[in-house]
């Protein structure tokens, strides 16, 4: 969107009013979504045939979408002061915290099922081989990125001589990072939704259970729109032509490539060919580990897609924590260096 884009290159002032867009369209979306939960509730069941919700209606709704809301606000708060006044992105360690919550009571069930014989030990050692083979392949698709390099030719103003010096671009080989299976996840489940609304249509009814969870359909579905938005959430972060704009208004160039278009093509054919195996790796992430886990039938969750938002933010984590203490570092030297300049 041109308005958005433009406030983004306003700076702090523009961010600012992105977020305030951010926090609105979040709170439209917890209504929506808190609706539809209700309806939901509402036409659920119990075994005795009685309703799960005892009083269904209006007022059930109004005050399920309010307390629903209200706890998606709060939320969002308590995340924006996390990133304010501690280390990383506060939404993303909350969400970290709460997949990693649900860890010990898994690790117990399963231990229960070992010890009753309804769970195969073998198959937990394999299920474990497995999660620590998904975590290091992460850990490296995370990592992994493309160095373009790049170099600034010399100016001298005055008697000061500015660039001459070697650098590169680091282009990752996951750009968009969890965003596309998020996406996928929800798009995927959508005629799940609507079917609920309409109860008795029949082609939403064979539409949603055609999308039944690790059905065949499902998976290549799931996979396909994986690979999509990886590459279209990769081509929203990262504009090339802007990118080869800012290397030759600084006086860069790529060698071989000339400045200019040729550069944002050269770009854009690297960042295709490295998406690839990326988009790749998020599909096969999101769907194998549920594949075993089904297969197998254990009760510990090991889905892609908590996986990569551990992993993703404990590493982001990390780096925050060790740019932090270099700068403190860096900070006592300068601190060190001025009393021993006013003793001396």
Not at 101 to 125: D, H, K, M, S, Y
Not at 129 to 138: E, G, H, N, T
Not at 269 to 280: E, F, K, Q, S
Request: no cysteine; hydrophobic share 50%.
């Amino acid at each position: 969107f041109p308005h958005l884009e433009k406030l983004q290159k306003e700076g702090e002032e523009g961010r600012r009013k992105i977020n305030q867009y951010t926090r609105y369209l979040t709170v439209l979306i917890a209504l929506l979504q808190s609706f539809g939960f209700a309806l939901f509730l509402e036409s659920l069941r119990a075994r005795s045939g009685i309703s799960v919700v005892p009083h269904p209606g209006l007022a059930f709704r109004m005050i399920y979408m309010l307390t629903l809301t209200t706890g998606t606000i709060g939320i969002m708060w308590l995340g924006e002061q996390i990133t304010e006044r501690g280390i990383g992105n506060g939404i993303s360690l909350i969400i970290m915290i709460g997949i990693i919550a649900r860890f010990p009571n898994e690790i117990l069930q399963t231990a229960v099922g070992i010890q009753n014989g309804t769970i195969n030990w073998v198959v937990v050692l394999l299920l474990v081989a497995v999660m620590v083979a998904v975590v290091a392949l992460v850990v490296l698709m995370t990592q992994a990125q493309r160095k373009i390099p790049v170099q600034y030719a010399k100016r001298v103003v005055g008697r000061k001589t500015y660039g001459g010096q070697n650098t590169h671009i680091p282009l990752r080989v996951i750009t968009a990072g969890v965003i596309p299976i998020i996406f996928a996840q929800s798009l995927i489940i959508l005629p799940a939704s609507i079917a609920t609304f309409f109860p008795n249509n029949d082609f939403l009814q064979s539409v949603s259970n055609a999308l039944r969870h690790n059905s065949p359909i499902y998976m290549v579905l799931y996979a396909m729109i994986i690979l999509f938005f990886t590459y279209f959430y990769t081509a929203v972060v990262l504009n090339p032509d802007d990118l080869a704009e800012n290397i030759r208004k600084f006086g860069g160039f790529v060698p071989g490539i000339r400045p200019g278009k040729k550069t944002a093509e050269y770009i854009d054919y690297i960042m295709n060919r490295i998406t690839l195996p990326g988009a790749v790796f998020l599909a096969v992430i999101a769907i194998v580990p549920d594949l075993l886990v089904d297969s197998f039938n254990v009760t510990f969750r090991f889905g892609g897609t908590s996986v990569l938002i551990v992993v993703g933010v404990a590493l982001d984590t990390l780096q925050q924590i060790e740019s932090h203490l270099l700068m403190r570092h860096y900070d006592g030297l300068v601190k060190k260096g001025k009393i021993r300049g006013r003793m001396r």
